[in-house]
């Protein structure tokens, strides 16, 4: 398989002095869906933001082959797509076409082939009608979906999500883990939302004070209650459930099971 993120010995501190980032190495492959969970200050969000050059901090990263340097940080940030937590930090347009046009305008494309990659992103999350729409009057979950399609016009290869799923009503959530599931990229996940992990992540990395103290399968790591409460987290729901009614292999999504 191909390898899409190396991180070597990541250390990043703020300018306050809290160290944020703390050895860390990371290694992604092509097409993995990949969660990144942990407790408040764990360095999730921190570490995000190292992988289109956001945050700069000490060790070396490449992303698709590519050192993280100045010199390549333009064509690495048209490869990784980067949603943030809170969409009115990326919609700032009068209309849903506009701000879905941002960046291919900004790569110079031609004015077809911009109604295009708006269209085939708009298409890509179920939205075509909202074109035309004022972002700021949509509902916050349209929204969400709104600035992934911000990102999608683009072609990105690798997709970075900040707590994706977070104050969506149930079926907004819904919306958005099966839009997730049906996107062919790299897809690293920040988030406190470990059923939805269960569902659409098959590797997990659990930080903790600026470590990865554990990566791998999403389910060894999910029913591991004992790593999970030594770092400041809670086994999900569904684990304790199964667990309570004599599953011996907890299912990765409602799919598997048979009533």
């Not at 408040?40 to 050192?67: E, V, W």
Request: hydrophobic share 40%; aromatic share 6%; with cysteine.
């Amino acid at each position: 398989m191909k390898k899409v993120i190396e991180v070597n010995n990541l250390e990043y501190n703020y300018p306050d002095g809290t160290r944020a980032l703390r050895g860390v190495n990371l290694e992604v492959f092509e097409g993995e869906s990949v969660a990144l969970i942990g407790p408040n200050g764990a360095g999730k969000s921190t570490l995000l933001l190292h992988l289109n050059g956001i945050l700069n901090g000490n060790g070396s990263i490449k992303i698709l082959g590519r050192n993280l340097i100045d010199k390549n940080i333009t064509e690495i940030r048209n490869k990784v797509g980067m949603v943030f937590q809170d969409p009115e930090n990326q919609l700032f347009s009068p209309t849903v076409f506009d701000d879905v046009a941002f960046g291919p305008i900004n790569m110079a494309y031609p004015k077809e082939l911009v109604k295009e990659k708006v269209k085939d992103a708009l298409r890509q999350i179920g939205m075509e009608e909202y074109k035309n729409r004022c972002p700021h009057h949509l509902s916050f979950g349209e929204k969400k979906r709104i600035t992934l399609a911000t990102v999608l016009s683009m072609n990105p290869e690798i997709l970075v999500l900040g707590e994706p799923t977070s104050n969506l009503d149930p079926m907004a959530r819904k919306d958005l883990i099966r839009l997730f599931k049906s996107l062919n990229l790299t897809k690293i996940i920040a988030t406190h939302d470990l059923e939805m992990v269960i569902e659409v992540c098959k590797k997990t990395i659990l930080l903790f004070q600026g470590r990865i103290v554990a990566y791998g399968d999403t389910k060894r790591l999910l029913t591991d209650e004992k790593l999970l409460r030594n770092h400041g987290l809670e086994p999900p729901l569904i684990v304790k459930i199964f667990k309570r009614m004599g599953y011996k292999k907890i299912p990765l999504n409602l799919d598997e099971i048979n009533v």
